[in-house]
């Protein structure tokens, strides 16, 4: 399977309620109509990737509702509803399954496993689950159980620094991952050339490609240059809101491929 090809995404608008989530970044508090409309921009540079948008109302009630990535895991038609790892975001699982079994088939994680979908890594055939503060190992296997059937090989690796696995490293395709040089440190890439992110700009480790586009918080100009050499198009966003709530560029959707 190969990774970074999409058809439509599913994102959440952020909540005037959005400062009110869990946050270590010691950034101060987002400005929740900046953070819309950044959102927007989000929303738009997908849909210039030849994506449809599918958005969904903002969540008031769940304050980390619009990290959208962390409450399923899609892969070879398949969403698995995740068991995000803090008790705060427990409801926001419920309140993505309905629309995603409009498209895919959905199996759960289930109790005791917790899972958030920031720590599952995506390298085509290979999925790499990163143990966190959030997902543990329980929550692992489980997930590995339901990929394993349709083709994946699954590997867990523990989790350093950041919040979850895709805090430090990406996958751009074509067999490239970028990486902060802590987690290319722990994480099993033979076969795959790593690029690592220029001292001082740890949080661009964390981007997404889509339909050969690099989508990449703006801000990290040493490392967008040095991106120059994959021939990828780079559209650069303001994440600077979703910063300040440790979320990163793909934390805000979940992708799909049908
Ligand atoms: C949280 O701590 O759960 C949110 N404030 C940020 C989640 C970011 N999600 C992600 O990296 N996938």
Known sequence: MKSGIFTK???RRPPLSLGGGITAAGLGSPDPRLALIQHEAYCEALRSCDVEVILL??????PDSTFVEDTAVIAGGRAVITRPGHPSRLGEAELIE?????YLEIDRITPPGRLDGGDVLEIDDLILIGLSERTDAEGAAQLCGFL???GFSCGNV????????KSGVSYLGNGVVLADITTAGILPLSGLEVITVADGEEYCANCITVNG??????GFP????????TGLEIIELDMSE???MDGGLSCLSLRMNI
């Not at 309905?98 to 409009?102: A, D, E, F, G, K």
């Open 9 to 11: 995404v599913i994102a």
């Open 57 to 62: 109302d903002a969540a008031p009630e769940f």
């Open 98 to 102: 309905p629309v995603l079994s409009r």
């Open 148 to 150: 394993e059937h349709d």
């Open 158 to 165: 523990p989790v350093a620094g950041g919040l979850h696995l």
């Open 213 to 218: 586009r690099i989508l990449f918080p703006s």
């Open 222 to 229: 040493r490392t967008r240059d040095i991106l120059a050499c």
């Open 242 to 244: 979703f910063r300040k």
